[in-house]
């Protein structure tokens, strides 16, 4: 479990990955060479799995974000891997979890446009064999994007 000087890193780095080592090890007031080490390792043993920028996707072209909840037939266990496998292919589903309730998956699927979604389930998500049922659920306004957790 990380302690007190790795929570202090993980606090920061999740709100800004650019930080250098040294501007971080000043705002943990440890030198250099142990922020280094200690951020190296939280990496390793995968507390810390990655750094990207946030890209604002209508600025990109991309308006148009929808919830799309995803039923599955048949729920064999190889089924369900082959759901899992061919879904996270898609270019389209920018997140996908597996969840309990009325649906099996929920996906975030972002698109330029209502005719892109709508090749995006016609011709994609209709490929996919195991499909029963697919609910829709359009995105207005993005109130909240939060990435980092409270640590």
Known sequence: MPDSFDLDIIRIVQ???KIT??????????????TFER?????KE??????????DAKKMGFGLIVMCNVSLKNHQKDMIEKFQEEIVR????????HIAGMYD??????EKDMDSYQHFVSKKLAS???IANVQ???VMTELKRDTGLKV
Not at 21 to 34: D, G, Q, R, V
Not at 90 to 97: K, L, Q, R, T
Not at 105 to 110: A, G, H, N, P, T
């Open 15 to 17: 709100s800004n990955a």
């Open 21 to 34: 080592i040294k501007e971080l090890s000043e705002n943990i007031n440890l030198s250099p060479t142990p």
């Open 39 to 43: 951020l190296k390792k939280l990496e």
């Open 46 to 55: 995968g507390f810390i799995t990655g750094y990207h920028a946030h890209i």
């Open 90 to 97: 898609f270019d389209e589903v920018h997140e996908c979890y």
């Open 105 to 110: 998956y929920l996906l975030k699927v972002v």
């Open 128 to 130: 996919l064999d195991n």
């Open 136 to 138: 829709s659920s359009f």
